[in-house]
């Protein structure tokens, strides 16, 4: 997969570490109505916990640039600075409203990669395709239209196109693409944030009833999403979408793609090109939903559910995990 040495495989248990904590600081803000307040404690707590990392860690995907972002910018150095240098994707709370509706599938997450191994997406509109692992390479293409990318999925798994069903997020922006896949006969699931999750979905059908995510959403959650599916299996495309965003916008959306290191902001990119070599990959649940179970408090007790992957090897590994003391550890806000 990658002539690199990869990542020290001990990095997986602290990158899990890393996303139990900020879930356990965002769970206690569930159902308060305050995203701000939830996503901050996510924020705080991901922050110190990656201090502790063994690791020359620079951020690539976080918070916002510097000047906007006061922590986990863009460029931030984390970690003991005495190990392997990593680069860094996050999203310390994806989902922030679902977590302060107390709605489900609201989620820490993290990304690791060698250097160089995340595309350094600015934060803007991506369109996206993603299918889960068990399917001939490229049978489905963000250029192609809903109907043929459905009705080529179909086909690959043997099934009527009725029993396809798509992920998206529920936005006015897709009125078009749902009425596509509509017109198809595909099932359609519309979630309101979260598509982290959503792609991720793909990859086992069987237990999330999904089969292709489809639509626009963050970039940098798109480039998450890429590390997961890197783990795991699948295919995915994915475009950034400035036409999404406002004239106005526009002519710095692409100055900051070209200082990020993306000359045409047109690309196609492939899943390798938005993750590449080794990584890691660490979610865990803040509400519970389909992926993961969400954080429980049980008097001084907290339990997790964490899923954290590794590229190199393709291991997925599900940790539930029992913290002590958490009133001292996790101090309530
Ligand atoms: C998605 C989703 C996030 O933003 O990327 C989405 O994963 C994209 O932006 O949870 P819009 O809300 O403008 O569609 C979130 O929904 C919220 O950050």
Request: hydrophobic share 40%.
């Amino acid at each position: 997969m990658s002539s690199r040495p990869g990542l020290e495989r001990v990095l997986v248990l602290e990158v899990a570490r890393v996303t139990e904590a900020a879930a356990i600081a965002a769970a206690r803000w569930r159902g308060r109505g305050d995203k701000e307040m939830a996503d901050k404690a996510a924020v705080d707590a991901m922050r110190r916990e990656l201090g502790r990392v063994h690791m020359k860690g620079r951020v690539v995907i976080g918070e916002g640039e510097m000047d906007e972002a006061p922590m986990l910018f863009i460029g931030e150095e984390l970690g003991l600075q005495d190990g392997p240098e990593v680069d860094i994707a996050v999203d310390p709370l994806e989902g922030t409203t679902l977590c302060a509706e107390a709605e489900p599938n609201s989620l820490a997450v993290i990304a690791i990669a060698e250097r160089g191994g995340l595309l350094n997406a600015p934060d803007m509109y991506m369109n996206k395709i993603a299918i889960g692992p068990g399917y001939p390479e490229g049978i489905v293409d963000i250029d192609a239209s809903p109907g043929d990318n459905i009705r080529a999925l179909a086909k690959a798994k043997g099934v009527a196109v009725g029993e396809i069903t798509v992920c998206m997020l529920g936005r006015p922006r897709h009125k078009q693409i749902i009425e596509a896949v509509r017109a198809t006969g595909a099932s359609l699931r519309l979630i309101r944030d979260g598509d982290v999750a959503g792609v991720i979905w793909t990859t086992d059908p069987g237990e999330t009833g999904i089969d292709m995510y489809l639509g626009s959403g963050g970039a940098p959650e798109g480039v998450l999403a890429a590390a997961a599916l890197r783990c795991i299996g699948g295919q995915m495309q994915g475009r950034l979408a400035p036409e999404l965003h406002s004239e106005k916008e526009r002519p710095e959306l692409i100055a900051r793609a070209k200082k990020m290191g993306i000359p045409d902001i047109r690309r196609k990119y492939t899943l390798n090109e938005m993750a590449s070599d080794d990584v890691i990959f660490s979610a865990t649940g803040v509400t519970g939903g389909s992926l993961l179970d969400g954080v429980h408090f049980r008097g001084e007790f907290a339990e997790t559910e964490t899923v954290v992957m590794r590229a190199k090897t393709g291991t997925v590994r599900r940790i539930k995990t029992t913290f002590r003391d958490i009133g001292t550890k996790f101090a309530p806000v």
